[in-house]
């Protein structure tokens, strides 16, 4: 790998509540390439978002350190935008003023307005929602919500994007078709990304990496899996690809044979 964009070395997590302590993750060493997409998958509660969060600078490590463009990650940045599960616009703006928000934190001191209004205006373009400019959340669906809320990451022109199973709420046919985009989006971006996911026909399509997370307590991480499909890449054409059933297969045999989840032990 060239220099790594992004470097993860020996992280541990230790959480303190009033419950007492919980060992969430351990000895996390991940290198991650400028440009690189990278998806964590796990079973639930194996600390995904927490690794994540340690990289959008939401969490400090308890041990270890993480680097992201050569420095310390000491806290959230605009550098590394997060996209959540739900969406958390602002529900009385309009999808043009959430993402312009995002873009004046951003720019707002070096730009003049219309130049803000137009980065605002070409990342809703991209992401297919200029057509709601004006509309409030409420009054889109949750899959242009979503859209939207890619939109206001992308705004920020950030050298990682980190998404936490942005696609996890929608239905089927409104995932793919936003997993399509985002491959689209990504392409003409260069983004690096980082994306947290439960579903392996999800990873394996979008990503160049598949990290896989051991269960918790102390979770780590137990493989990494290379996904050298060429991009672009079709969907359909990789549903009876060799390659892609393999990296399905192997993904699927760490988390249901060999890192199976207590609870389906048990069942
Ligand atoms: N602030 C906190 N205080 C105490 N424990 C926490 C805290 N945040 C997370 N945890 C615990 O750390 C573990 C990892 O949580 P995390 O949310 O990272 O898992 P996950 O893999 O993202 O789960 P899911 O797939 O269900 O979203 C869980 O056992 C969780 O209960």
New binding site residues.
Partial sequence: MSTPFIRVQQAEMV?T?RKGR?H?LRDIDLDIAKGEFVTLI?H????????LNLVAGLLRPTGGGLLCDGREIAGPGPERAVVFQNHSLLPWLTCLDNVLLAVESVFGGREPRPRLMARAEEALRLVGMNHALFKRPHEISGGMKQRVGIARALAMEPKVLLMD?PFGALDALTRAYLQDELIRIVAATHSTVVM?T?DVDEAVLLSDRIVMMTN??AATIGEVLAVDLPRPRDRVALAEDAGYVHARKAVIDFLYTRHRHADAQAA
Avoid: N, Q, R
């Fill in positions: 959480f509540s919980f969430a796990g639930s509660g194996c600390g995904k978002s927490t690794l199973e947290v439960h918790g307590p």
